[in-house]
């Protein structure tokens, strides 16, 4: 591993975080995340009682269904392993989601509605993670095929506007991506004389 050789230690606490982002067949995308707390040694709990080690202490699941624009469609939150029985209560309450856009504001979006009492920790704290997949699934899918129709009507138009452009610093409009991938939407000071990148090279994100 790239990190330094550490001290002489054991392990006490492994927490493990699965994101997976989907494309339907209906045009819609689902995003799951799976997380898991779990402890290397064998403890009580007052209502779930004895858990081994490597018996996870927490096991939450969430689906988010969002559209091309990453407007939640739909919700699905389960946990399937908490130290008190009532902690699988609280999941109604993430249909208050429905609605959102994952993209600025949706972290405080996320607390207003869900902090607190009103939600799990653990599941809120998913959110993040399973908000950037949605990112990293539906973008380079739909930046690759906008790109693929730009190039073919070229001829008929100017290239729309691509699904990535101001979506995070490097994809800046002012910015070298931006200068060499999209050289029609680039606004940097030196516009108009952007070297574009090769199709090959935009086909690769």
């Known amino acids: 591993?790239?990190?330094?050789?550490?001290?002489?230690?054991?392990?006490?606490?492994?927490?493990?975080?699965?994101?997976?982002?989907?494309?339907?067949?209906?045009?819609?995308?689902?995003?799951?995340?799976?997380?898991?707390?779990?402890?290397?040694?064998?403890?009580?709990?007052?209502?779930?009682?004895h858990i081994e080690p490597g018996d996870p202490i927490h096991g939450m699941w969430i689906r988010l269904t969002v559209d091309d624009g990453l407007t939640v469609r739909a919700i699905e939150a389960v946990t399937e392993?908490?130290?008190?029985?009532?902690?699988?209560?609280?999941?109604?309450?993430?249909?208050?989601?429905?609605g959102?856009?994952?993209?600025?504001?949706?972290?405080?979006?996320?607390?207003?509605r869900l902090g607190g009492v009103q939600g799990c920790t653990h599941l809120v704290e998913?959110?993040?993670p399973v908000a950037t997949t949605a990112f990293q699934t539906v973008f380079p899918i739909l930046s690759r095929e906008m790109n693929?129709?730009?190039?073919g009507e070229a001829a008929d138009g100017p290239a729309k506007r691509p699904v990535l452009l101001n979506t995070c610093h490097m994809f800046a409009s002012d910015g070298e991506v931006a200068r060499r991938r999209w050289p029609e939407h680039y606004t940097g000071p030196d516009r108009g004389h952007a070297d574009p990148e090769p199709a090959e090279s935009r086909q690769g994100s």
């Open 100 to 112: 959102l856009k994952i993209g600025p504001g949706w972290t405080r979006s996320v607390k207003e």
């Open 81 to 98: 392993k908490s130290p008190y029985r009532a902690c699988g209560a609280v999941t109604p309450n993430f249909q208050r989601l429905v």
């Open 148 to 151: 693929g129709k730009a190039e």
């Open 126 to 128: 998913l959110l993040g």
């Open 1 to 49: 591993m790239p990190l330094s050789d550490p001290v002489a230690r054991e392990p006490i606490h492994t927490r493990q975080v699965v994101c997976r982002g989907f494309r339907r067949t209906d045009g819609l995308w689902d995003i799951e995340g799976h997380l898991t707390d779990v402890k290397s040694y064998a403890f009580s709990t007052e209502q779930r009682g």
